[in-house]
C-alpha cells in the first residue's frame, strides 16, 4: 500500500481507477476485495487515526468472518480481538451484576453465532472484537496491499460525472471511459481546506450517513429515528470483574433497576462498556463523567471503581436511500443506510454491500462484465438493507427499560413470580441473537443476474436458517473433511461445481465443456471443479437439490441444474449479458451431463429447504 498522510496537494494522485472516499470497515474491505481481484484503488479517508475510545460495532457475524477468510483475514482478526470466543458466547438477561440481587431472568446461549471450534453453518462463527481493532487489522493488510493507495488527512467534498471526450493521456482499456466516455471528477480537500480535484472511473461513497459522495448525487436517506437516546459509556474497572456473580457473558442486559441497559466486557483486563438505553436526548448530550459513573454503578449493582474513557451520545435510525448510486458513482455501506445496533447487523451489513459491489466493479474493468452487471449492485443490496432496518427496529421495541420493574429484585414470592414472568416476556427477544436467518437467509432471488428454476424459496425467517442452493441464496455450507470447507474449492471468479458421483467417470471439464467454452469467449473467469461428499456422507447433489451449482465470486447461487449447455447459458447471464433469457434458462436447466452409467437420466430434486437526511 502506498500511504499519503496528511499528503501535500502536489502528492494527491490526479486520475485514478477506482476511488473510495471513507477508509472505515467498509472502504478498507471493499480496498482489500478489489485488490485481491487485480485492481487499484485509492481511498480517502479524514482520520489520520483509528480511535480507539469509540468502540461502536462490537459483532463481526459468521458471513462477515467468512467475508474475511476469502481475503485471509479472519485468522487475523481473531488474533488481535481482546475478547477470544473461549471467553464467552451468550447474553445474559439480569437484574443485575454484583450481590444477592443479581438473578439471571433468561440466557440466549451462541448469539451472534459465538461457537468455539469448527462452526457448521460457515466455514467462519462469529467474532466479539471493537471496531477500532478491526480497521487495525484492515489498515494493516491495505498496508500490504501493494494496488491500496490510503490518502488519510483528506476528505471527499463533491462529485460531480463529466461526458463526453476523454481527455488526452487517459488509459481507456478495460475502463468505464472506454465504454461511455464518462469519467467522475472528485473534489477532495485537506483540514486546511486546501483542494485538488481527481478523476476517476468508478468511485464509491463509503463515507458514512452524511456521506459528501450521496449529496452530490442529490440522493437523501428516507426514514424514522427512534422516539429516545441512548448513550455508550467505554470505561476502566479493576474491581468489577471478580464482583460479577454471574456466569461469563458477552453482554449482560440488567433490567432490574431506574437505569436499564447492557454492560460487556471490551478485554479480559479491566476495559468496559456499557450502553444506557432509554434517555432524553437533551440529557445523553449534557451527560457528565460523574453522571455516567453513576449511571454504570446502578447497572452493576455496586460502587465498584470506575474510571471513564468516553462517552457517546446516539440515536437509533432507520434509514435508507432510495437508490445505491447511477453514473459509475454507488453508495456503501452507512452512506446509503443507517440501521439500529439491536442485534449487531449495522456494521456487517456494509461488509455485505462491499463484497457484493467489489466483484461487479472488478468485473467491469476487466472487461468481462457485462452492461447489466453493476445496476444490479443496488437491485440486490437495497432490499436486504431494507430487511435488515425492518428486523433491527422490532429489535428496538423491546430493549432494556421496556423490561424494567422494580419486583425483579425482590426476594421472596412476589420476585419469584416477577422474574418467572421477565422469562417469559423475554422470549420475544432471540430473533436479536439467534438471528441466523437475516444473516445467512438472504437472497437474491429477484436479480437479473441469477436465473430461477422455478423451486420454491425458503421463507424468510429472521431466526431460521434454511441452507438452500435455491439461485440467488447463499452456497449452502459443508465441511468436506476435518479441516476443509467446500467455500474452500471457489475460485476468484464464477464457480461450477459438480457432484463427483454424478458426473460418474467424466473428468468435469469434459462434461461442462460448454461453460469453458462460453468462459473462454468472454474472458470470465471460471474454475470447475467436481466435489464428493460431505463429511457426514451427504451427496453435494442432495444438498443442492441439483447436481450442479453455478457460484458468484460473492459464494452466491446463479444457477443449479444438470445441463452444461443451460450452464454456459447461465454464466453470461451471471455476468450480466444475457438477463432477458434467465427465466427460459431456469425452467430448461435439467437436461443431462453426459454420464457413462446413465446417459439419459434426468436428476430432479426440489430444494432443501420518518425522516429525510440529505
Given amino acids: 500500500m502506498v500511504t499519503l498522510q496528511s499528503a501535500s496537494p502536489d502528492e494527491v494522485p490526479e486520475e485514478v481507477q477506482v476511488l473510495i472516499s471513507g477508509g472505515g470497515p467498509s472502504g478498507l474491505f471493499l480496498a482489500l476485495d478489489l485488490a485481491s481481484r487485480g485492481i487499484p484503488s485509492t481511498v480517502v479517508e479524514p482520520r489520520t487515526t483509528v480511535d480507539p475510545a469509540r468502540p461502536r460495532a462490537k459483532t463481526t457475524n459468521a458471513r462477515t468472518m467468512t467475508h474475511l477468510r476469502r481475503l485471509g483475514l479472519a485468522d487475523a482478526l481473531r488474533a488481535a480481538a481482546p475478547l477470544p470466543v473461549d471467553y464467552a458466547q451468550d447474553v445474559t438477561f439480569c437484574t443485575g451484576l454484583t450481590g444477592p440481587s443479581a438473578h439471571e431472568l433468561r440466557t440466549f446461549r451462541h448469539a451472534f453465532q459465538l461457537v468455539p471450534g469448527r462452526y457448521g453453518p460457515q466455514p467462519e462463527s462469529g467474532q466479539q472484537v471493537p471496531q477500532p481493532v478491526l480497521e487495525e487489522v484492515l489498515r494493516a493488510a491495505a498496508a500490504e496491499a501493494p494496488l491500496v493507495t490510503l490518502l488519510t488527512g483528506w476528505h471527499v467534498q463533491d462529485v460531480s460525472v463529466h461526458s463526453g471526450a476523454v481527455p488526452s493521456g487517459t488509459a481507456t482499456t478495460g475502463s468505464r471511459t472506454a465504454a461511455t ?64 456473580a454471574l456466569q461469563p457473558a458477552v453482554q449482560y442486559w440488567v433490567v432490574g433497576g431506574e437505569t436499564a441497559g447492557m454492560v460487556g466486557r471490551m478485554d479480559l483486563a479491566d476495559t468496559w462498556w456499557a450502553i444506557v438505553q432509554g434517555v432524553d436526548a437533551d440529557a445523553a448530550g449534557a451527560l457528565a463523567d460523574d453522571a455516567a459513573v453513576a449511571m454504570v454503578r446502578e447497572l452493576v449493582g455496586a460502587e465498584v471503581d470506575v474510571d471513564v474513557v468516553a462517552t457517546d451520545p446516539w440515536t437509533a435510525r432507520m434509514l435508507l436511500a ?65 430487511r435488515t432496518i425492518r428486523d433491527a427496529a422490532t429489535n428496538g421495541e423491546a430493549l432494556a427499560y421496556h423490561f424494567a420493574d422494580p419486583a425483579l429484585r425482590s426476594a421472596g414470592s412476589d420476585g419469584v413470580r416477577a422474574r418467572q414472568a421477565a422469562y417469559e416476556a423475554l422470549a420475544v427477544k432471540q430473533s436479536e441473537f439467534d438471528s441466523l436467518g437475516l444473516v445467512l437467509g438472504y437472497a437474491y432471488a429477484d436479480s437479473h443476474l441469477v436465473v430461477p428454476d422455478g423451486s420454491p424459496v425458503p421463507a424468510e425467517d429472521p431466526i431460521r436458517y434454511v441452507a438452500s442452493a435455491s439461485p440467488g441464496a447463499l452456497l449452502p455450507h459443508a465441511w468436506l473433511d476435518d479441516s476443509t470447507s467446500v467455500y474452500s474449492l471457489l475460485g476468484a471468479g464464477f464457480t461450477l461445481l459438480a457432484d463427483a458421483a454424478a458426473l460418474g467417470r467424466v473428468p468435469e471439464a469434459q462434461a461442462f465443456a460448454p461453460v469453458v467454452q462460453a468462459a473462454a469467449g468472454r474472458g470470465i473467469p471460471v474454475t470447475i471443479t467436481a466435489v464428493g461428499p460431505s463429511d457426514d456422507g451427504t451427496p453435494m447433489a442432495d444438498l443442492w437439490g441439483a447436481d450442479a451449482v453455478l457460484v458468484r465470486p460473492d459464494q452466491h447461487v446463479a444457477w443449479r441444474g444438470t445441463s452444461a449447455e443451460a450452464a454456459a447459458a447461465a454464466l453470461a447471464v451471471a455476468a450480466g449479458w444475457s438477463a432477458a433469457s434467465r427465466h427460459s434458462l431456469g425452467h430448461n436447466s435439467s437436461q443431462p451431463v453426459p454420464s457413462p452409467s446413465n446417459p439419459s437420466h434426468v436428476n430432479e430434486r426440489g430444494s432443501r429447504v420518518s425522516a429525510v437526511i440529505p
Fill in 322 to 386: 432510495p437508490g445505491y448510486g447511477r453514473d459509475g458513482v454507488f453508495l456503501v455501506g452507512d452512506a446509503a443506510h443507517l440501521n439500529p445496533p439491536w442485534g449487531g447487523h449495522g456494521f456487517n451489513t456494509c461488509i455485505g454491500d462491499a463484497a457484493n459491489l467489489a466483484w461487479k466493479i472488478a468485473a467491469s474493468v476487466a472487461g468481462w462484465g457485462g452492461p447489466e452487471l453493476l445496476a444490479s449492485y443496488g437491485l440486490e443490496r437495497r432490499p436486504v438493507a431494507a
Fill in 181 to 244: 466516455g464518462s469519467r467522475t471528477a472528485v473534489v477532495v480537500a485537506d483540514s486546511t481546506g486546501r483542494t485538488r480535484t481527481i478523476t476517476a472511473d468508478y468511485v464509491a461513497g463509503a463515507d458514512g450517513g452524511s456521506s459528501a459522495v450521496r449529496r452530490s448525487l442529490g440522493i437523501r436517506l428516507e426514514g424514522g429515528s427512534a422516539e429516545l437516546s441512548n448513550i455508550s459509556i467505554m470505561f476502566r474497572s479493576k474491581d468489577l470483574g471478580s464482583a460479577i
